[in-house]
């Protein structure tokens, strides 16, 4: 069995202290956004009893799916730098960026390149797709964040991208590896709103149907959800987590994936971990039978 242990969207920064000159252009807004509501929505403390909690079940891999930031500032990702590395060791630990670690355009070496350890592929190589071959499992990470106008959320992975995506999700299937692409904003065009989604859903969606994968991770919305895809090689989850450290109740969370079987016949178990009054506690579990069931018998939480 490989198990996968999956969190998004700790905005684990503060902007306490941060000097006017580094807030100039789309930043100043991110500012008053965690000024007003978002320093009291996502908390420490809360991601701290998270992290205690995904320690204690001994995950195989930790992958962390974007928006470790607020408005991407180099000392923010520094800090993250240093959550990354406490998480785990590098090759334990998959990051792919969010929309707000790259908020604006700004120098790559000072802001999410310092993490690019952590989205290292086996053979050394830096850059997206990225794939880390664990055991039975393909992990397979998606650049989607790229800078965007004030009040839009928007994601992109380009035609490059897909055409290297398309390979890798080929290459493994052949292998007989189980697939799981890991990325920021939902491949579905239904998953965000028009200012949140991914610009390419619809190629993108059109691709992972046709070359196949049998797991989508992805946060950005703050909300857990699956959808059920049927691709050319059987069905397909799409998976989001909530944020890892929202202070509203039952909103804090991430997901066990349990992986088992071999290819044509995968088993997945789906196990959700979410905040409650006495910490965290398992608040739904699914499973998938890869060859045993239909697509449309792949089951949600909801």
Known sequence: MFTLAHLSDPHLTSLQGV???ALANKRILGYLSWLRRRRYVH???????LIADLKGAAPDHIAVTGDLTHVGLPAE??????????LGPADSVSVVPGNHD???????ASTVGLWQSFWRDDAGREGFP????????????????????????SGLVGEAQRKRLGVVLRQTHAA???????????PLISGHSARKRLRDAASLTDLLCEAGAELVIHGHGHEERIDRLTTAHGPMCVVAVP????????RAGWNRYEITGESGQWRLRITARRSASEGFVTAGEEV???????????????
Request: aromatic share 8%; proline share 9%; hydrophobic share 40%.
């Open 243 to 250: 944020s890892a450290s929202h202070s509203g109740p039952g």
């Open 102 to 108: 790259r908020y604006v355009t700004a120098p790559h």
């Open 77 to 86: 990702c520094r800090v993250a730098l240093q959550w990354l590395n406490d």
């Open 19 to 21: 000097r006017p000159a």
């Open 43 to 49: 908390r420490p403390e809360v991601l701290r009893e």
């Open 130 to 153: 990225c794939l880390r071959q664990r055991g039975p499992v393909a992990l397979i990470g998606v650049d989607t964040a790229v800078a965007t106008a004030p009040f839009l959320a």
């Open 176 to 186: 007989g590896l189980f697939r799981v692409v890991a990325l920021h904003h939902s």
């Open 288 to 302: 998938v039978q890869w060859g045993s069931l239909s697509p449309a018998d792949v089951p949600r939480f909801r």
